[in-house]
């Protein structure tokens, strides 16, 4: 059986759909009643944008 892992209660859920040209994000962050959603180019400037807004929350992220 696989061991299973919980999400922790104060973590940042981020869902990607990947393309070639663009990545659509949803970020989904405890106490934040909205959902935000980023739309990433696929360049290491957009990337390294998307990691800044993660790390700006300052709680760990969970990929969905």
Do not use: C, F
């Not at 070639?20 to 957009?46: D, F």
Request: aromatic share 2%; proline share 6%; charged share 25%.
């Amino acid at each position: 059986m696989t061991p299973s892992e919980s999400t922790p209660a104060a973590a940042v859920l981020v869902a990607i759909d990947i393309a070639k040209v663009r990545n659509e994000v949803l970020i989904e962050a405890p106490g934040h009643k909205r959902r935000r959603r980023l739309l990433v180019l696929n360049t290491r400037v957009e990337h390294d944008h998307l990691i800044e807004v993660l790390q700006a929350y300052g709680r760990p992220v969970v990929r969905l």
